[in-house]
């Protein structure tokens, strides 16, 4: 039987394809688990509606746990919601991280204070290699958010494809935004059984920041 997972989920494309390649390893997704800001009522940095999570949970035909938490106990808050989910036969939590080692140790780390088995299907994979797979895999991610030290606002609302990423390039920045150039909503694919509906309303900047808000 395939052991069940908590997959972290930030509706972006590493998460995303984690979900994907852990599926394809004979993993079963039991939820996926998202933390949102409580001040905003979105997700922690891709900014994602809590709405239109739940059009992705529906879609994909996984259960979705929302953890609503402030910065302060973001951490605290994220081993609860793994708890819960232990406690619901879940044995292991799947993440998108790539290879920043800072990253991986935060999410062990959080998996091991509950004896929860960290796992990590893209760990030491390209990254240009793994952001073109998952396009050609057929996964639409819109960039939702752009940090203005790397990336212009031209690119909020423009869905990735293989043109893109030599633009993204272009500009100097990571290919696959692992430094924070950019986060996407992947809002269809291969998984999903019906694509997202975006409408977008505006562009918006703070700072360094640049978001799209849509609906």
Known sequence: MAKK?????????????????????????????????????????????????KQVSSSLGIPLLLVECSGENYELSFENALKTMKDLGAEGCVFGDIDIEEHRTWCSDRCNNINLTPIFPLWNGNREELVKEFISLGYKAMIKKVNLKNMGMEFLGETLS?????????????????????????????????????EILEKQSSENIGWLMVC
């Not at 394809?24 to 999570?53: R, V, Y």
């Not at 990423?165 to 996407?184: A, R």
């Open 5 to 53: 997972v908590i997959v972290s989920f930030s509706g972006g494309k590493d998460s995303m394809l984690s979900l994907h390649k852990a599926i394809q390893d004979g993993f079963e997704p039991i939820a996926i688990m998202t933390t949102i800001n409580n001040t905003k009522g979105e997700s922690w940095f891709h900014n994602i509606s809590i709405d239109h999570l």
């Open 162 to 198: 293989i043109d893109l990423l030599e633009k993204i390039k272009m500009t100097g920045s990571d290919v696959c935004g692992e430094n924070g150039e950019y986060h996407t909503f992947v809002y269809d694919g291969p998984l999903f059984s019906r694509e997202i509906q975006i």
